[in-house]
């Protein structure tokens, strides 16, 4: 597949980079800019608590550059109605119609609540958004959201914050196999290496908060991921060789004796 053909659309609009990343964690909110740079990454995502129009300090919208595209998340929410209340709040205040939905009423695991989720995805994709929701990926449920309206579907790697990579990997490959609609990997990769796997078994995307907010130097980090996103896709589209049960030589073993 030449570069041309292998393109990431979203609502309709074309992305020239497969990293998404968050906003939350960083120890100072003025490192966000250089990261955005850092990462080349165009959708950045933010909870819409966060923001705080009637101050300019504490308002995160100030740190994200204007050609970025917003991704408001319903982080807080803990079913479908709340969820659609924070979406249609961020739309008024100015943020957009992409939406990352997030329904999340287990205080433990932080896992999301697919049933509630797909009921605001189908709320809110009739409204005019552009629904990006957060889901544990099961098939089933994939489906569903694929009926309801979404846009793309996010299915986590493993519970957010853990950095510990694709402990669902399985259930991912066989959404990727199964659903027509970009795959995104959020939630627990913690690691570049972590996301070029996401990418070499064919995500469309990942999104990284985490790992990047909370390392030693998240500018150098953005980079280190927008690389490994880029080394991954490459691979994957590129397509692997076959895997053998037993040694072959990558050169002819005889005949050298004889010349």
Known sequence: MCKQMDKLVIGGIELDSRLFIGTGKFPNKKVIPNVIKSSKAKVITMALRRVDLN???????????????????????????????????????????????????????????????????????????????????????????????????MPLGAPIGTNKGLQTRELIRILIDEIDLPIIVDAGIGKPSHAAEAMEIGAAAVLVNTAIATAGDPVKMGKAFSLSVKAGRMAYISKFGPEKNYAQASSPLTGFLNM
């Open 55 to 153: 101050s300019k300090e504490e308002n995160i919208l100030d740190y994200i550059p204007k050609d970025c595209i917003l991704l408001p998340n319903t982080s807080g929410a803990r079913n479908a109605e709340e969820a659609v209340r924070i979406a249609r709040l961020a739309k008024a205040m100015g943020c957009g119609n992409w939406i990352k939905i997030e329904v999340i009423s287990d205080n433990k695991y932080l896992l999301p609540d697919n049933f509630e989720t797909i009921k605001a995805t189908e709320i809110l994709a009739k409204e005019g958004f552009i629904v990006l929701p957060y889901m544990s990926p099961d098939l089933m449920a994939a489906k569903s959201l694929v009926s309801a309206g979404a846009a793309a579907v």
